[in-house]
C-alpha cells in the first residue's frame, strides 16, 4: 500500500481556529521514530502536534479512532537542559503525566507515555492555513464590559470565548501587552455567548476572588492569565467573528438577575422593565 495509503486524514472532528489561522490535525498510521515523525510533520503539514488540555487530548483520540492501537507520538520531547518542550517551540503549560524517558505518546485511552525517542510509533501531525476572515478582532477603544459586549454584538458576533490553552495565547500574542476584557462573567461563571462551554480557564493565583461582592466580569492580564474585575473598569477587548452563529446567539449578562443585584456591577446600559 505504501506510506500515502497509510496517511489517515480525518480532519472534520478537530478544526481550531486561531485568530488567523486554522489548525487541522492528522493521524498518520506509519511507524517511525519520533525524529522521522517530525521531519515528516514539518515537510508534509505543519509540525508534531500539541496538546493544552484534556478537550484536546479527546480529539485526537476520536481522529484516530479504531486505528489507534497502542500510542502515537506528539510533540512533546526532553531537550539538552532536560527541559520539556513542545515541537513547535509552544510553551508546556497542561501535562497528563510523570515522565522520566525522552520524547512523548498518547495512547489509546488519552493517556501520555514517555518513551524512547527511536521506537517506531504511528504519530499525530498538525498543519495551519490562512482562515478566509480574521477571528479575533482587538478593540483598543477603552470601554466597561457590558459597553464591550454590546459593542461586540452590534459589530461582530460576540466577547471572546476562549476553549483551550492555544486560543489563549493567540489573544496574548495579538494584544501585545494590553490586559483585555474577554467575554467571561460570573451568573455564575458562563461565556457571553450562548453554548460556549466553560471548560478551559486560566486563572491568575488568587483569582477569582470576587472582592467586595463587585468582581463580576473576566479581564485578561499581559502574562495571559485571567482575573475578576468591577465590570465598570474601563478596558480594550477583544471580539469574535463566527461565521456561522448560534441561535439564539448570545446570554445576555442581566440574564437571570434582578436589577438591584445588577446594580453591583454598575452597569448603566441595564434598563430594567
Known amino acids: 500500500m505504501g506510506e500515502r495509503g497509510l496517511l489517515i486524514l480525518l480532519l472534520a472532528g478537530f478544526c481550531v481556529p486561531a485568530y488567523n489561522q486554522i489548525r487541522k490535525h492528522v493521524f498518520v498510521n506509519t511507524q517511525k521514530s519520533w525524529s522521522e515523525a517530525q521531519t515528516y510533520c514539518r515537510e508534509k503539514h ?11 487530548t479527546q480529539q485526537l483520540l476520536n481522529i484516530a479512532g479504531a486505528s489507534l492501537i497502542t500510542d502515537s507520538w506528539i510533540g512533546l520531547y526532553r531537550d539538552d537542559t532536560q527541559n520539556w ?73 460576540d466577547l471572546v470565548s476562549i476553549k483551550n490553552a492555544s486560543e489563549n495565547e493567540d489573544l496574548v500574542m495579538k494584544a501585545q ?50 482575573g475578576d474585575k468591577d465590570c465598570s473598569v474601563l478596558y480594550p477587548f477583544f471580539c469574535y467573528d463566527d461565521p456561522t452563529p448560534s441561535d439564539p446567539p448570545s446570554t445576555r449578562l442581566s440574564e437571570g438577575l434582578e436589577c438591584n443585584q445588577f446594580s453591583l456591577i454598575e452597569s448603566p446600559q441595564l434598563k430594567c422593565d
Not at 505543519?46 to 484536546?56: K, Y
Not at 498543519?127 to 480574521?134: A, L, P, V
Not at 450562548?194 to 492580564?221: A, I, L
Request: glycine fraction near 6%; hydrophobic fraction near 30%; proline fraction near 2%.
Open 85 to 157: 518542550q513542545w515541537s513547535n517551540g509552544y510553551d508546556v503549560i497542561y501535562k497528563s503525566w510523570t515522565e522520566d524517558l525522552f520524547c512523548a505518546s498518547i495512547n489509546s485511552v488519552g493517556l501520555w507515555e514517555d518513551r524512547v525517542c527511536f521506537e517506531t510509533k504511528a504519530f499525530m501531525c498538525y498543519q495551519e492555513t490562512s482562515s478566509i476572515t480574521e477571528r479575533y478582532t482587538l478593540i483598543e477603544e477603552l470601554k466597561t464590559w457590558t459597553e464591550a459586549q454590546q459593542y461586540c454584538r452590534e459589530h461582530h458576533t
Open 177 to 226: 501587552g494590553k490586559p483585555f476584557w474577554i467575554g467571561l462573567f460570573n451568573e455564575p461563571w458562563k461565556w457571553s455567548h450562548q453554548g460556549d462551554s466553560y471548560t478551559f480557564h486560566y486563572w491568575n493565583t488568587g483569582q477569582p476572588d470576587n472582592v467586595v461582592g463587585k468582581e463580576k466580569c473576566v479581564r485578561m492580564f499581559k502574562s495571559g492569565t485571567w
Open 46 to 56: 505543519t509540525d508534531l502536534a500539541t496538546v493544552h488540555s484534556q478537550e484536546d
